[in-house]
């Protein structure tokens, strides 16, 4: 079992803000990254979600989309070749709905060329159980990062901690905001105001022998410095990379 993920910088996008394969030629420059993560792929082909998706409150907003995608066999004959090609290494991020469709996904990863590791999500609500259920599933020749509720990760970790994972990584909070019309729209949380609870969670985690690799609310290097100090391994950054330029660096 192959459980280390080295990385050259402690830098990555999250999973869902840079497409599913890196773009040599594109608007960001990811010489600033150590590793790529694809947006997630579950099993089969997911259509994206009805209704409105993006919704701004202050300090943040609001996005359901449903992670649309076109299933992994898909995924990978159509990206296999540019994940191998990348000048960064490349983890997948899986969406599976059972332990059994993590293995299965993971046992398919490990003949695909390039691939540094994968990602796993957690369906929603996954308790302490579902998750070393996961985590267990998911072992094999690839280096496992499995990404935990921001909200839940104190409590899951215990239940991980010999999972021999090699690391844990956040999901963005979820929350809920109304539409003019009264209906209520349930989604993943963005934005500056989420870096405070980032933070807290970090703290709270860095005793818990599993590396960490932060996300939420970053938008400025000096956040970056303070969750590594805090006892972070890595940080992912997500929507402000969606701002068209951005400059990180490491002290």
């Not at 990555?12 to 608007?27: I, K, V």
């Not at 100090?229 to 330029?245: E, F, Y």
């Amino acid at each position: 079992m192959k459980i280390d993920l080295n990385l050259s910088k402690p830098l990555m996008n999250a999973a869902g803000s840079l497409g599913f394969a890196p773009e040599a030629r594109g608007a960001l420059d990811l010489s600033h990254l150590g590793a790529f993560i694809t947006n997630p792929i579950s099993l089969g082909e997911r259509s994206p979600a009805r209704g409105r998706r993006y919704l701004p409150f202050p300090g943040g907003f609001l996005l359901h989309t449903g992670y649309p995608n076109p299933g992994l066999k898909t995924a990978i004959r159509r990206y296999a070749a540019r994940w191998r090609r990348s000048p960064l290494p490349v983890l997948v991020h899986l969406l599976p709905q059972s332990p059994q469709e993590a293995a299965q996904m993971v046992q398919r990863l490990e003949a695909v060329e390039g691939i540094a590791g994968v990602e796993i999500s957690l369906p929603l609500h996954a308790d302490g159980q579902a998750a070393l259920a996961f985590s267990q599933a998911s072992r094999g020749e690839l280096p496992v990062v499995l990404r935990l509720p921001l909200e839940g990760a104190t409590a899951l970790v215990p239940h991980i901690a010999s999972a021999g994972l090699a690391g844990i990584s956040l999901a963005p909070p979820r929350g809920a905001l109304p539409l003019p019309h009264g209906n209520i729209v349930h989604g993943r949380l963005y934005g500056p105001a989420i870096f405070p609870l980032a933070l807290a969670v970090v703290q709270a985690l860095g005793r818990s022998g599993i590396p960490v690799i932060a996300a939420g609310g970053v938008y400025r290097p000096e956040q970056v410095d303070a969750l590594l100090q805090a006892g972070a391994a890595a940080v992912q950054l997500d929507s402000v990379l969606w701002q068209g330029g951005y400059e990180f660096t490491v002290r």
